[in-house]
Structures are given as C-alpha cells and as structure tokens.
C-alpha cells in the first residue's frame, strides 16, 4: 500500500541557510500534519492543513513556515536555521475528520551544522 | 509537562510470551488514545487506537484495555514475535485538536 512521501531522506544545511521540505500524503488523504523529533525525545506537533487551509497549530517557530497545494502535498519552509533545529522531521496524513488515526511518513532528518 | 507519560524506557519479553506495554495521562480531556510502534530510520507506524468511551479495543495480535479511573491505557501482544522489537509511543489526542501528543516511548526486546 501507498504510504506517505517525504523529501529528501536527509539534508545538511549551515547555521542561517533555509531549507525545504516536502510531503506527499497518501492518495486521497486531504489532511498533512508536520512533527518534529528532536533527538532522544518525543515528536512535537508543528502544524496541520486541511484543503490548503491551516487546520491547527503547535509549537512552531515564526523562522517556519508551511503550505499545502491543490493536489494535497505540503512543503514546511524553515528560514534562519539554528543548531537547535537539526532533528527528524516527519510529515503524517489522514482523511479528513479522522485526525485520530494519522499516517507517518519515513521523515527527513536535518542536520543544521 | 508531560501530558502522557511512559514510565518504562525499555522491555524484555520472551518470545510466544505476552508483551504488555503502559502509559498514564494526565489530561482527562483525551478523547482518543494511540499505539504506535517505530523502527529506527522509519516513522512512526500506527497500530491501534481506543475511544475514550470504550474500555478495549483488540486487532489481531494486539489488545488495547484503557482504565479511565486510573488514567491508564496498557497495549498487549501476544504472543509476541521477534518482529515485535521496537520503540512503542503511547499517544493521546482530544476531538478539537488536530496534535496528537506523544509519550517518550518504551523499547520493546522479544527475545529468542
């Protein structure tokens, strides 16, 4: 079965450089979620969309931003890296209404040097 | 502070044995509460879920009982099988948000 898509697997990026990553849920999931995992701790919910709308938010840094897209897939844009940034980021999806049963992607770990 | 709450970092069970797995919460608002099982290098892999209104829940191999009184939820495999050895996260979520909230997760070992 299809499972949620995350782009890239890594990435490595100075202090100050932005990165972005990308999200493809499940085919016909409408709802993406972003959590952060820093290391040795639980994930952290960041932020959520429903139909290119932000659905709900966490404890996410001014310095990020997200969107989703028409055809479901969503990017987070983080500006301004700091050490403290690099962890496992993961993206998960469900259909709408169904937020109790989220889908994980395989994450993308940064590593801000 | 922690909302859901795994006190045991880690777990050694036989294998055909029966795994039981806990958490407490402290939020009596959770409407849903979440099993999820992670291997390193991939992401979390939900395995189970419980309605606040429901005491058990049971797919397969794996139970659910949930103590509301108590604010405690425990998962049970069984029998357990060596592919069972994982980080299991106890999660937790209330209808009005879309968060889950995770615990820190318990270390799973099925030996042979």
């Known amino acids: 079965a299809a499972g949620v898509i995350q782009s890239p697997r890594h990435l490595i990026k100075e202090k100050r450089e932005t990165a972005t990553l990308k999200c493809y849920p499940i085919?016909?999931?409408?709802?993406v979620y972003w959590y952060q995992q820093g290391p040795g701790q639980d994930p952290q919910f960041l932020i959520s969309?429903?139909?290119?709308?932000?659905?709900d938010k966490g404890s996410i840094p001014d310095r990020f931003s997200a969107q989703q897209f028409s055809d479901y897939h969503s990017e987070l844009n983080m500006s301004s890296l700091e050490l403290g940034d690099s962890a496992l980021y993961f993206c998960?999806?469900?259909?709408?209404?169904?937020?109790?049963?989220?889908?994980f992607g395989p994450g993308t770990r940064l590593t801000v040097t | 502070d922690q909302q859901v709450k795994q006190n045991s970092p880690s777990l050694s069970v036989q294998e055909g044995r029966i795994s039981i797995l806990n958490c407490d919460y402290t939020n009596s608002m959770f409407d849903y509460f979440l099993w999820y099982k992670k291997y390193p290098a991939e992401g979390p892999t939900f395995l189970i879920s419980i309605s606040s209104i429901k005491d058990k829940n049971e797919d397969g191999r794996f139970t659910v009982f949930l103590n509301k009184s108590a604010k405690h939820l425990s998962l049970h495999i069984v029998p357990s099988q060596p592919g069972d050895s994982a980080v299991y996260f106890c999660?937790?979520?209330?209808?009005?948000?879309?968060?889950?909230?995770f615990g820190k997760g318990t270390r799973l070992h099925i030996l042979p």
């Open positions: 998960a999806s469900s259909l709408v209404g169904a937020s109790y049963e989220q889908y």
């Open positions: 999660a937790a979520k209330m209808n009005r948000d879309d968060k889950i909230i």
């Open positions: 969309f429903y139909e290119k709308m932000q659905s």
């Open positions: 085919p016909r999931h409408d709802t």
